[in-house]
């Protein structure tokens, strides 16, 4: 592909050869003379120069006077990602259902649907056009699929789902399973039944080994444009609103709602009923008490979770500790030898 072609397909400005061939994409320090690479901050800024790449998508203040080819853009990030998919575009479906997996009679597949071998869909499921179903997977009862979603391989999900247009779920995910929810008779539990449902809105994509367990009564719910890494946990009867990011090993307790443009980092816990306010930032390995209402837009920390700011006042008190310690045995040393020299005064 041209440089000129290209930045035409970004809706883009170009400078230099725009009509340099482009073979395909690769990191700044990697990149070849016929490669793509792209800088996004004051340090890739810094390395552009020792860069052999053939051409650079680049912020549009990037300065350019050695003249070389560029194509500038006002999010060079985003319009690399969307370039590699020009040089990489996805594997269309290859329709048909493989011998070895099971339909149901009762269950509606539209005709350019790709089935993997053992995969198995039951009754009264709908799957939509152009869906990719990988081999293992497991599609129960009254499932339904929206068109342009893929199933890698091994997923496994529970009667009575929705999910929405252009889902992506890795291999291992586990959609619709039983929420953790019991109840105390006399000396035992006995299992509350989980009799709800989940929902997956369009343009979701879940991580490998990520479960979404389905609510005791309702909805548990995954809004549009929401993504989740792989090893994420999500409760029975959590809410978790669009366009929210959610990085790995990170579990929600029952009940909990993250509203829309929540940042969410690895390894965080939240407390049941604790709710996320639009656009917050969780830092990573940070817990969130249960009942807990972290406010529109704040950045926390630590555990429980707090205010940045008073998390990094707390964390540097905590490293002055040692030098604090020393100072306060000087201390208690000095006094001890005061006292000595009082009372032999006295004597």
């Known amino acids: 592909m041209r440089v000129r072609e290209l930045a035409e397909w970004l809706a883009a400005t170009f400078e230099g050869d725009g009509e340099k061939e482009l073979t395909g994409v690769a990191p700044l320090e990697a990149a070849g003379s016929t490669e793509l690479a792209f800088v996004s901050n004051r340090k890739a800024a810094q ?56 339909v149901h009679p009762a269950a509606e ?20 056009s152009r869906c990719r179903i990988g081999a293992g997977c497991r599609i129960g009862k009254r499932v339904t699929i929206g068109e342009g979603s893929v199933l890698h391989a091994g997923v496994t999900i529970y009667d009575d789902v929705d999910i929405g247009r252009n889902v992506i779920l890795h ?48 909805v548990t719910w995954i809004g549009q444009g929401t993504k989740l890494d792989n ?57 969130v008490l249960s009942s807990k209402i972290i406010r529109r837009g704040q950045v926390v920390w630590g555990t429980p979770a707090r205010p940045l700011k008073e998390y990094l006042e707390q964390l540097a008190n ?12 000087e201390l208690v040393e000095r006094l001890a030898r005061l006292e000595s020299r009082c009372n032999a005064a006295r004597q």
């Open 171 to 218: 291999s291992g995910c586990v959609i619709g399973a039983d929420g953790f929810g019991f109840v105390m008779a006399g000396d035992h539990y006995e299992k509350f039944p989980q009799i709800g449902r989940v929902v997956i809105e369009d343009d979701v994509e879940i991580g490998a080994n990520s479960c979404v367990d389905r609510a005791a009564l309702g």
């Open 231 to 287: 090893l994420v946990h999500v409760a029975h009867n959590c809410r978790i609103g669009r366009h929210v990011v959610v990085a790995a090993q990170t579990g929600f307790s029952g009940g909990v709602v993250v509203e829309d443009y929540a940042v969410i980092g690895g390894q965080v816990g939240i407390g049941d009923k604790a709710r996320i306010e639009t656009r917050a930032v969780l830092g990573s390995g940070c817990g």
């Open 109 to 128: 597949v539209a005709a350019d649907v790709e089935i993997g071998p053992l995969a198995v869909i039951g009754e009264g499921a709908r799957i939509g």
């Open 318 to 329: 905590l490293s002055r500790l040692g030098e604090l310690k020393r100072q306060v045995n």
């Open 47 to 102: 390395q552009a120069q020792a860069s052999a790449a053939g051409c650079l998508i680049v912020p549009l203040d990037f300065p350019n006077p050695g003249g070389r080819t560029l194509i500038r853009v006002a999010e060079p990030r985003t319009a690399f990602a969307r370039a590699v998919v020009r040089f990489h575009p996805p594997a269309a479906p290859t329709p048909g259902i493989h011998p070895t997996a099971v």
